[in-house]
């Protein structure tokens, strides 16, 4: 048995807190998974269209899980999106925009979309993590596959946001925290290990033969599902409680250090010594 498969978080995980990664040194990482049959996968909150932008090389090669796992891209062929109905969507507007300390982006599949009444500085903010991203007066009469919002707000409000949303929201939407007073409401059961399963069976590869990367709230699944979960030493203490295993800080490289266990089959990746 060997790893076939690594999938990691971008923000705080495989990206530095300036928001890039080491290129040459994974570039010849990425060569060395080739040969060896080890596909990458980028399963994260962020917009696709922002994911590629990071890989523009080899994105037509990678695989996305993209918006919390409700947009699955397999070199450039969409496998699965999650769709929230139509009056779900008016639901969900209705009760965040009644919340006078949230700022909203609707997530759908053409663009974000931002209201033309929010601050500037969250303008600017959005503007940066959302490649496609349209103003609008108002977010009725979307014509799009809507599948996430995204919400930021103080963060001495965020744990009785995050139990007021569950209450209110439930069956329709879950919320989840992604990093610094920001919470995604993603559709139940669309979350990155569901999208990873997607691509697992497509490829035949088991969960034990899965190594996952995260440091936030919305990887919790995808570290519990694989077989070698690694969690950030910048991850919280409750995100390190749930992976079998640590690396170092995102700005250390942790993610590169450990991909180069793996493809030298170090501990704990040697695997044939045991069962």
Known sequence: MSIKLIAVD??????????????ARFAEQYQQMKTQGIRFVVASGNQYFQLISFFPEIASELSFV???????????????????????????TEH???????????CGKKSAYILNSCDDDF????????????????????????????LSLPDSLLDDAMDSLTHELKRIMVPVTSGHGSIDLIIPGAHKAHGL????????????EVVSFGDGGNDI???????????????????????????????????????????QKEFPFNLDNHH
């Open 221 to 263: 699944e995808m570290l519990r599902q694989a077989g070698f979960s690694f969690a950030m030493g910048n991850a919280p203490e409750k995100i390190k409680q749930v992976a079998r295993f640590q690396t170092d800080h995102c700005n250390q490289q942790g993610v590169l250090n450990v991909i180069d266990k793996i493809l």
């Open 66 to 92: 993209a918006d919390n796992g409700a947009w699955v891209v397999s070199e450039g062929e969409s496998l699965f999106n999650a769709r929230l109905k139509p009056e779900d969507f008016l639901t969900v």
């Open 96 to 106: 965040l925009l009644d919340q006078p300390h949230l700022q909203v982006i609707a």
């Open 123 to 150: 303008k600017q903010t959005a503007a940066r993590f959302y490649h496609r991203l349209a103003h609008r007066e108002s977010f009725t009469g979307i014509d799009d596959c809507m599948f996430k919002f995204a």
């Open 10 to 23: 971008m923000d705080g995980t495989f990206l530095d807190d300036n928001k890039n990664y080491n290129r």
């Open 197 to 208: 399963s997607i691509l697992q069976q497509k490829w035949g590869i088991n969960d034990s």
